[in-house]
């Protein structure tokens, strides 16, 4: 939402128009939003992302409802001045964003799943980008069994034995990536929040590798 309405929470943007992209759940969200706080919310519809977020830019609608990381990114890559817009939650509640595959391919399922695993539990070992080789030598067993110094992961995904080495050397942990793309050394400057580790307060809890 434009900075200067001096709107920073939901609950003050009674009679708000707001851009929305049809047949998305930000459309279910709106409406909620709309009835519990009893806003009155004009939904202005679009049938794609690009046309979405053009009109508000070009003013047809005073706010743009999405997922932050969507919003942030947003904000970064399109305001002709970020500063000019500020982003607040429209619920408490979280919707979880995964990767998807097609229906029946399991193998598939399972590298994509154990690969995003692969970045949590390299943060949890402490394995980073600039360590992972270093970490070939740790006495951990744990350790060993991920990266592949002592076999059988790898063999039961049909994939080389150092196939979680392989991400974090050429993509680092999850922190990293994050952290990259999404957090402080990004554009987008978004707080990790739920996305920390369980053993930082947040929801993230990476899979043995055994």
Not at 9 to 25: F, H, L, P, Y
Not at 90 to 101: N, R
Not at 149 to 170: M, S
Request: net charge negative; charged share 20%.
């Amino acid at each position: 939402m434009p900075k200067e309405f001096g709107v920073t929470k939901v609950e003050d943007m009674a009679g708000a128009s707001v851009c929305i992209q049809t047949g998305s759940t930000t459309e279910v969200v709106a409406n909620d939003v709309s009835t519990k706080h009893k806003l009155g919310l004009k939904p202005v519809i679009f049938d794609n992302v690009a046309a979405t977020r053009q009109a508000f830019f070009s003013g047809r609608c005073d706010a743009l409802i999405t997922d932050a990381a969507a919003l942030a990114s947003v904000r970064a890559t399109q305001a002709k001045n970020p500063d000019d817009y500020v982003i607040f939650p429209a619920t408490q509640y979280m919707d979880a964003l995964t990767p998807a595959v097609r229906h029946g391919d399991d193998q598939w399922f399972d590298i994509v799943k154990w690969s995003i695993q692969a970045l949590l539990a390299a943060e949890m070992y402490g394995i980073t980008q600039a360590n992972v080789d270093e970490m070939l030598t740790s006495n951990d067993p744990r350790v060993r069994r991920f990266l592949g110094v002592e076999p059988g992961n790898g063999a039961a995904l049909g994939l080389d034995e150092k196939f979680a080495y392989n991400i974090v050397k050429q993509l680092g942990n999850y922190a990293e990536i994050f952290d990259r793309n999404l957090g402080a050394a990004s554009p987008l400057k978004l707080d990790r929040g739920p996305n920390r580790l369980f053993k930082d307060g947040g929801l993230m809890f990476p899979l043995d590798f055994q």
